[in-house]
Each structure stands twice: as C-alpha cells, then as structure tokens.
T-cell receptor, first 113, second 109 residues
Framework: NAGVTQTPKFRILKIGQSMTLQCTQD?????MYWYRQDPGMGLKLIYY???????DKGEVPNGYNVSRSTTEDFPLRLELAAPSQTSVYFC????????????FGPGTRLTVL | GQNIDQPTEMTATEGAIVQINCTYQ??????LFWYQQHAGEAPTFLSY??LDGLEEKGRFSSFLSRSKGYSYLLLKELQMKDSASYLC??????????WGAGTKLIIKP
C-alpha cells in the first residue's frame, strides 16, 4: 500500500494564481482531512470529509475549496492565491471515530509570491 | 474554548530520559494523541490514550490524567534519531483533532 500520497511536493505561485493540491489514499479510509502547518504553529484544519460526496469546513477554510467524488481522492483547490497561503499542506486519512490514528501524506510546500 | 499547551523546545542528552508535558482544554474529550514529526517530514503516530494511566510502547510511554487535563510523553534511552518535534493533539466530540504547536526536542551527544 502506498498510504497517503500528495502532489506536488513543492510549488511556487504568483499572487492571484490558482492551483489544485492532489491527495489520494489507498487504505479505504472514509475520513480525509486537509491541514496547513505554519512555522511554530500547530496543524490547522482547513476542510475534512467523512465520506464520498460529503465535505465540511474546518478551522481555516477561507480561500480554499474541496471535493470528494471518490473514497480515494480529496483534492484541495486554492483560488486567487495570497501570500498568507504560504504554508506546508498535509493531507491525512483515517477510519471513523474514537482512537483511530490519522495517516499523513508527505506534504506540499507552497510559496505564494 | 479549546486549547493545547506544550513547551516550545526541550534539550536532553543521548541515553537520558525526557518527559514532554501537554495540557489541554477540549469539549467532549475523546482521547489524546502524540505524534512525532522530523524536520521536513509528515507527522507519524506514536500513541493514543483515552483512559487515565500509563501506556508503554518500547522506549516511549504516554500518560493521561483526564481530571487534570494533562498528558505527558516519556522517552527513555534517548537516541540521536529522537531529535524531532513532538505534537500533542486532543480529540473533541466530533472526532476532530485539536493540535498543539509541538515541542522541538534537541538531543545532544
């Protein structure tokens, strides 16, 4: 099993550009998550999904959109990139409920200039 | 509100023992996780506690006191490869994780 995979690993965007961060998991997990991690800060939840066709906002959703058309894929869309979106983005997945650990992808390091 | 506190940085010596503390305030608490994160890498799961007490896993142990809103991660026989950030996260009533900022552990020879 590949686990959770993310592409790209690195990206530089200009202000106002758009892009999609890809995330795929092959563990048949129903829950998937997008986090951002800024230096010296904890992980902040952007969006999450409890299953195909269902998504919900996390703590910091502004400037982002997601979709979940299949169990495996959970892409994150950035529209009109801003410098404040410079961060490391992690996708994670888990089984539902108490005590189930989240498995993380390797991350995407995004810089907006 | 919901809040997690842990020290920003700790230093320890190879072969020694170190304890990393975490305090939390979480509504509808559903357990406490510890993750390890090496620089430039993704977090990886270390432990989960939902009941009071100590869980031991090899060189790593984790403790939880629900009444005090307190947990610690104990690392024994420290190795240079243990140099990393250690993230404390509590699970709320919606099974979402609330993350601390992480404790950067520096191991010196």
């Amino acid at each position: 099993n590949a686990g959770v995979t993310q592409t790209p690993k690195f990206r530089i965007l200009k202000i106002g550009q758009s892009m999609t961060l890809q995330c795929t998991q092959d563990m048949n997990h129903n829950y998937m998550y997008w986090y951002r991690q800024d230096p010296g800060m904890g992980l902040k939840l952007i969006y999450y999904s409890v299953g195909a066709g269902i998504t919900d906002k996390g703590e910091v959703p502004n400037g982002y959109n997601v979709s979940r058309s299949t169990t495996e894929d959970f892409p994150l869309r950035l529209e009109l990139a801003a410098p404040s979106q410079t961060s490391v983005y992690f996708c994670a997945s888990s089984y539902q409920g108490e005590g189930n650990e989240q498995f993380f992808g390797p991350g995407t390091r995004l810089t907006v200039l | 509100g919901q809040n997690i506190d842990q020290p920003t940085e700790m230093t320890a010596t190879e072969g020694a023992i170190v304890q990393i503390n975490c305090t939390y305030q979480t509504s509808g608490f559903n357990g406490l996780f510890w993750y390890q994160q090496h620089a430039g890498e993704a977090p990886t799961f270390l432990s989960y506690n939902v009941l009071d007490g100590l869980e031991e896993k090899g060189r790593f142990s984790s403790f939880l006191s629900r009444s005090k809103g307190y947990s610690y991660l104990l690392l024994k026989e420290l190795q240079m490869k243990d140099s990393a950030s250690y993230l404390c996260a509590s699970m709320d009533s919606n099974y979402q994780l609330i993350w601390g900022a992480g404790t950067k552990l520096i191991i010196k020879p």
